[in-house]
């Protein structure tokens, strides 16, 4: 299992990495030993794609699929509610976020 | 754990209590105020107020409040009706009375209206307080208690840290004889295969199984699942990723049984609450909020309710001290005043989950030994007691 100061990988099975703490946009990050630009900031506890995920492909974290990715994803893009969605119910949010900018 | 030991209050009844609560209880919402009044005269931690707003009867309320009057940590009450409402007030206090706690039934129609109940009930509640104090003492240890847990105010790091240091604290308490219970069924859809295989029979896995299938099919009617708008904010993107947290904080013990809110386990063991009504939905979400889900906690006996936040819950809780375990450091650090427990040292580095749980027991020691947590200390006594409807647990559901 590959953890740094700023991610942890909670299981080798998973196509997410969880931020141990807040990562600014722009800031350089090593991940499965690429070097990768943040697009965006990341915030504490939310999740960063070890790799690329296609649509419809299952999103697993402690090597458990969470749902599924609406959309490309790239490896270290934050994915949440805006490139992915559950397998059971809907998810709710107050303001419409369809992009994890505005956070 | 094993040879600590604490003073705890013994009941008439065989139980023993960690608090010695004198409670007001309204038996409609019309009799709020006056019990909020009578309570206001008193400290707050010995008088504390609960009730049920409705006026038309329910059986599920009947009972919760029962099982709420006699919970190990009360040692008394006193009922506060309107006059008009149809809440069985003489089976609540007979019930009571049966247990040997002192118990007196106000009503404000038959006393002359507000003033005249207030002045009336504050000085029963003050003869009432006397005699508590009189409550002979007993030895307790950790397998004497009853501990509940439930997450609320959840965000991404509630699963990392916060959790699996409650289910790792479980875990510990179960091989020392302590009854455990988890709840929220509704967050353990997707998991219905595996928690069966976690039990003791395999007609209770089936029980289980059906349990979650219910809450599945109840929160699909009801449009959404127990999903906030501030668990998304807090990183987590669906359902099935707050239940993978949420599951957690049940540990990894063979589960001993299946409860309905109101029943009480009498056999040590990790136990699943059932918070989900039976039959076709008619009085809306299962739990409105996490102190509905703390009363059904406190139903089944729960002494203390170990309470997992990321985002950052204030709430407390009459009758059951509420330890508050923060598992976003962020959070606790702007929130300190409001939390028990650090658990986001485990995400910072500063703790491994083992010695974050070693601080969870020493916190239930503690509080179970008379000392106050963060939310009693700040006076928080959130109460919620709604309609809903349930059928008996089947005979394979307990021990």
């Known amino acids: ?57 299952k999103i697993i974290k402690f090597r458990t699929p969470i749902g599924s990715a609406t959309m490309p994803v790239e490896i270290g893009d934050v994915v949440h509610v805006h490139n992915m969605k559950s397998d059971y119910s809907p998810t709710y949010t107050i303001q419409n976020q369809n992009e994890y900018e505005g956070h | 754990m094993k040879d600590i030991e604490w003073k705890g209050y013994a009941r008439k009844d065989g139980s023993k209590g960690i608090r010695n609560v004198l409670l007001v209880v309204y038996l409609v919402e019309c009799a709020h105020h006056v019990s909020s009044e009578i309570a206001s005269g008193f400290n707050k931690n010995e ?40 809440f069985n007030r003489f089976k609540l206090a007979k019930t ?39 409550t002979p003492s007993v030895k307790m240890g950790v397998k004497d208690l009853v501990i509940g847990t439930i997450c609320g105010g959840s965000d991404a790091t509630s699963g990392i840290s916060g959790n699996p240091a ?3 604290t479980f875990d510990r308490l179960v091989e020392e004889k302590a009854i455990t ?13 595996h928690i069966a295989s976690r039990a003791k029979t395999k007609a209770l896995g089936n029980e289980l199984r059906k349990s979650i299938q ?40 063979e589960i001993a049984g299946l409860l309905k809110p109101g029943d009480i386990p009498t056999q040590p063991g990790l136990y699943l609450l059932d918070v989900v009504p039976d039959g076709e939905p008619r009085f809306g ?50 929130m300190e005043e409001d939390m028990d427990i650090n658990a986001g040292k485990v995400i910072s580095g500063e703790l491994n989950l083992k010695e974050s749980s070693n601080e969870i027991i020493s916190a239930i020691l503690s509080t179970a030994a008379g000392n106050k947590t963060a939310s009693e200390a700040l006076g928080h006594q959130e109460f919620v007691l709604l309609y809903k409807s349930f059928q008996p647990a089947g005979p394979s559901c307990l021990p």
Request: hydrophobic share 35%; glycine share 10%; charged share 25%.
């Open chain 2, 285 to 334: 979400f299962p739990n409105i909020n996490d102190n509905a889900e703390i009363s059904e906690l406190m139903a089944c006996g729960s002494h203390i309710i170990l309470f997992v936040t990321g985002r950052g819950s204030v709430v407390g809780s009459p009758i059951a001290p509420v330890i508050k375990i923060c598992s976003n450091p962020d959070t606790y650090e702007r």
């Open chain 2, 214 to 253: 219910k809450a599945a099919r109840y929160y699909t009617i009801m449009g959404h699942a127990s999903f906030a708008p501030g668990n998304a904010d807090g990183g987590l993107s669906t359902i099935e990723e707050k239940s993978l947290g949420a599951y957690s904080k049940g540990g990894k013990s």
């Open chain 2, 181 to 193: 219970i988890f709840e929220e069924t509704g967050e353990m859809i997707g998991f219905e295969d």
């Open chain 2, 96 to 134: 009571i009375e049966e247990t040997g706690r002192p118990v007196s039934t106000l009503v404000i129609q038959e006393e002359g209206g507000t003033s005249k109940a207030i002045a009336r009930g504050t000085e029963w509640v003050r003869s009432a307080l006397h005699q508590l104090q009189n």
């Open chain 2, 166 to 168: 409650v289910g790792l």
């Open chain 1, 1 to 57: 299992m590959e953890s740094s100061d700023k991610l942890i990988r909670l299981d080798d099975m998973d196509n997410v990495l969880i931020a141990r703490c807040d990562i600014k946009k722009g800031e350089r990050i090593l991940i499965e030993n690429k070097e990768i630009e943040m697009k965006t900031d990341v915030k504490l506890g939310f999740k960063v794609a070890s790799k690329a995920i296609i649509p419809e492909e």
């Open chain 2, 47 to 86: 008088v504390q107020v609960i009730g049920f707003g409705g006026c038309y009867p329910n059986s599920h309320a009947d009972k919760v409040m029962r099982r709420l009057c006699t919970h190990p940590n009360v040692g008394g009450a006193l009922l506060v009706s309107l006059g008009c409402e149809s």
